[in-house]
């Protein structure tokens, strides 16, 4: 796969400018990276609550006003992604 110039924050960040308060949950479905970091939290002694925050996307969430988590897995499976969901008020 060949990489992008443009960084995966500068595309949600445009994504989140051009739909403002229109979007009122985040998805997510946790694959490679993202779901690394959210099994190494877990394996860190974080519970899955903490862990959604430390993710790539928690961290999108959080940094575009999204303060809730309405939903988080609370396992890593070998063969299905990690799913969470981020609210906002």
């Not at 308060?21 to 490679?32: A, E, P």
């Not at 969430?61 to 999204?66: D, E, K, L, N, P």
């Not at 939903?71 to 070998?78: G, R, T, Y």
């Amino acid at each position: 796969m060949k990489k992008s110039p443009v960084r995966g924050q500068v595309i949600f960040g445009r994504m989140m400018d051009s739909l403002g308060g229109k979007v009122r949950t985040i998805n997510g479905n946790l694959v490679d990276e993202n779901k690394a970091s959210f099994a190494a939290a877990l394996a860190g002694g974080n519970t899955p609550e903490q862990a959604a925050w430390m993710t790539w996307t928690g961290k999108m969430a959080q940094r575009h006003g999204f303060t809730k988590l309405l939903h988080a897995d609370q396992e890593v499976s070998d063969v299905a992604p990690v799913r969470l969901k981020f609210g906002r008020p």
